[in-house]
């Protein structure tokens, strides 16, 4: 298995051939639709928990929930659990807690990038306001502990309140390398595995939790969520430059005009010449932007590979995220979570 | 003991004389001196548990914490700890946690109102931005779910998560009527309610849990708190109007420029005849501002003694707060509590 992991991993790509990708495709709706009565309990869950009798909480939460994504994070904890042998509910909530905590950081991502679009629409900010946006997302929060709370299990609150802290961080981390040039390959990562894949990790340590798993078992969850996260942000900030827009939902270039240090970028500045410099120099961290930069960026960055061994790396931390699951039970969720990696690495959008 | 405090709280006020409010200043500093190898403990656990490999979160943390305030949250949860006969070490980490919940919000505050200026110093947002103050206080925030969680009370756990909850939902409807010349005296009390009070009634109602108390007395400290911060958030919006700016450590007149439908304007605005409520309107629905309206806004909440009745309310509220102190055991930390009550109803700053 682990070997046609790598097989698979170590080829295909942005340009492997179609019915590999409709494999991929049909891995995360393989995953869904084995899942689709908990995730009903969940969505119900959330929608339920959302409410507050100030009616600006359930719009503006509700707005940001219906938007819908993947529900990546959720179904993480749904199949994380499932693969332990977990046979009750509990996991329901916290799931749902787990994507309160994901919807939070959302609403102040928005805030914070100061982004118009999410998910194809409007961005919550946009519509509602700077102001509701951070306060919902206080609220989606606390909600969160809440759910938590109800649950009553000391070890979830402790992996989830470290997670959302590591979270913060990497998203302040993340303010301290946007403009900077010198950003390496090194603190990009610290970035990535902190505001991306703390949660995936945590979301898939707490499905062991709730199984009563040894902790060799949450241990192996925890590096398969936090290496599938890493991953997941690297192709996430490759196809900021390089999807399609229809297919992606939001636009494209956001990263470049924000003058966010993501990988491809880095590798491009690193493997630059004098006169490339000046051109990242002057979008990037003077944020001089002016007509074709975009489109000099994405032949910059391929000039020098950046897309590719960005997509590289984003594989070799994929083997390592279905090395971890090989650790687990063979049970059938073991094969849709190992698809569900290489779709997530290999997708267009 | 009630009947005293009846009859201060029903006298005195803005205009008491200054041995009263001597005697008011000293409730403060006894409470802070009574608990003052306790506060050096939980100062401790604030600056150790804000530090992150993440430079700028102390730095921004450190700000704000530094900027200091009374600490009147975490006083109260050592207070009524103590008052509850407990005598461990517990409530040092949850008054820190409690204090962090508090400089979270106040970040999310400074954010949502554009504040210019917090505790007599450039507001955090002035000097880091708002992407960091957001992010920030999302660490803060789930650092204080570390500290509980570290603790290990699941029902300190849950009234703390709701209170967070309550709190963003409060900040929520205060939004709401904001620019809102509809505002009723009871929305403006749900508002001070769960933004402010909220925090007090969870800070004095943990005293309770780490001291094993009954829920009674658990129930009792919640009262308390809850009286006591709607009386204080009362004053306090009383004293945007009318306190020594060099005292208060603030601007004057933010919440009339911000259009906030604070009490004293709730009354006033009820009052009035339909000229005052065409300046009403213009300045705090339509922020239209000229030379000389916040003067004007003085006059006219004068006029229909709007500050007068909103400190008559808070004192009715103190009296609320100390009656319910009064049903647990008689210590000499009660007293003092009550007098704290007594001197942040009757304070000009």
Redesign the interface.
Known sequence: MIAAAERRLGRGGADSDPTERDRGVAALDRLSSLLAGDMQSVNRIIVDRMQ??????PQLAGYIVAAGGKRLRPLLTLAAAELCGYSGSRHHKLAAAVEFIHT??LL?DD??DESERRRGQSSANTLF????S???G??L???S??L??ED?S?DV??IL??A??V???G???Q??TTNNLGTSETEYLAVASAKTAALFAAACEIGAIVANRPSADADALHQFGLNFGIAFQIVDDVLDYSAHEALLGKTIGDDFREGKMTLPVVYAIDRGNDVERAFWRRTLEDMEHREGDLDQAITLIQRHNGFADSIGLARKLGVLAIDALMTLSARPMRGVLASLVEFCIEREF
């Open positions: 507050s009798p100030v009616a600006l909480i939070a950081t102040h805030v914070v306001g700077n102001q509701a951070v306060l919902v206080d609220f929060f606390s909600r502990f809440e938590m709370v009553g000391l609150l402790r309140s470290r959302s802290a979270i913060a961080e998203e302040v981390l303010l301290a």
